[in-house]
């Protein structure tokens, strides 16, 4: 795939190791996982939520970390970072090797949007209105750019011809590619409607996303002109996930839908009787994953869309799914984080955070990270003998 295609590769811790302080568990272990970190929304690239290892057997929480405000961001974790904010509009950095904070940045309203780490920065919008480059090393903001509307999606860095491009979509239903170098904008799309969904790739290099409109977009990376569209039947209110050249989307008309954009219907429609999808899926290479509002985790076919199996939890699942080699992990509105079965939906673990949980998780070197609705950020690692 062409280098105009791919996000930017990201390893390693930034730093150097004290002679005082070893390396913590999550830097010892990352040589036995394939995931190092997971430094953009939904694992980035399509948005798939895909997780290349197996899932851990024996969850226990390894550490945590609580502020004043609910988590409301997807946490992202990157060159030896966590990052991720809060309902009180604070954007918070923690350093994994001492788990202290490294620093906060106070914005003005509360940070849906998942931060983006790259190249020592952090890109992270706002409900205030604002979208910012950070200093990873600091905190100090590098620039920041005003929109029309809230920021609440997380961005995306994509490497173009000219540098690092950061693409990211905003509540004034405006898609935008900025330079990461300054904030200059190299193209702004005007949908005409809110846009609540992050932008994925699909192997074909375009970037597609939802809208209020009840449009999922398929536009050029190099100018954002209109490649493709497609009418939906209600509005698209999460991320999209691209697998190959297909899209998957859930919208208000309780609809999972596929589509490959090229023609004027979808692929195929998956209806979930009367009850509405609440989580952006998630896509492996058999199936698509979504929670619902009637408390499940749906499972269909990916090419066919037909149902295959429903998980129930005892609270609404908004919690965005992440997809292992043998798994799915998910949060639950009861407090709990589960695993359970690709292949038949059935249990493999439940952990109890006592916080309901309506952020994905992410999933970086061994642990799983995950915020709750009443301000703890938990680092969930394997456990020990049963």
Not at 331 to 350: F, M, N, P, Q
Request: aromatic share 8%.
């Amino acid at each position: 795939m062409s280098l105009v295609w791919m996000l930017l590769a990201f390893a390693g811790c930034d730093g150097k190791k004290s002679a005082e302080m070893p390396p913590s568990p999550m830097q010892a272990a990352s040589v036995a996982w394939a995931t190092k970190d997971w430094p953009v929304t939904r694992g980035g690239v399509g948005l798939t939520g895909r997780v290349h290892d197996r899932v851990l057997r024996r969850p226990e929480v390894e550490w945590s970390f609580s502020v004043k405000g609910a988590v409301c961001s997807e946490a992202t974790v990157g060159q030896g970072v966590i990052v991720f904010g809060d309902d009180e509009g604070v954007i918070h950095a923690l350093e994994i090797q001492t788990r202290k904070e490294r620093w906060r940045v106070e914005t003005k309203d509360a940070v849906e949007a998942t931060p983006a780490i790259s190249s020592g920065r952090v890109f992270a919008g706002s409900n205030d209105g604002s979208f910012r480059a950070l200093d990873l090393t600091s905190g100090n903001v590098l620039w920041q750019i005003k929109g029309g509307e809230k920021f609440p999606t997380g961005a995306v860095v994509v490497r173009g011809v000219d540098g690092d491009q950061v693409l990211v979509n905003g509540y004034d239903g405006v898609s935008r590619c900025l330079r990461a170098a300054d904030g200059s904008q190299v193209w702004a799309l005007e949908t005409g409607d809110y846009i609540n969904g992050s932008p994925a790739l699909l192997d074909n290099g375009m970037v597609v996303f939802g809208g209020c409109d009840s449009v999922i977009r398929g536009v050029s990376l190099k100018d954002g002109s209109t490649m493709h569209q497609q009418k939906t039947d209600a509005q698209v209110i999460r991320s999209v996930a691209g697998w190959k050249n297909t899209v998957y989307a859930v919208n208000y008309a309780n609809q999972l839908v596929a589509t490959d954009l090229t023609g004027d219907k979808p692929l195929w429609v998956f209806e979930n009787d009367g009850n509405q999808f609440l989580t952006s899926p998630a896509v492996d290479e058999e199936n698509v994953y979504a929670g619902s509002r009637d408390k499940h985790l749906h499972a269909v076919d990916r090419v066919t869309g037909k149902p295959l199996w429903k998980f129930q939890t005892g609270g609404r699942v908004e919690s965005a799914p992440l997809v292992f080699d043998d798994a799915v992990v998910f949060g639950s509105g009861d407090g709990r984080l589960y695993a359970v079965d690709k292949k038949d939906g059935h249990e493999i673990w439940r952990l109890d955070l006592g916080e309901g949980l309506s952020n994905a998780p992410a999933f970086a070197s061994g642990r799983i990270v995950i915020g709750g609705g009443q301000g703890t950020l938990f680092v969930i690692r394997e456990g020990g003998s049963p």
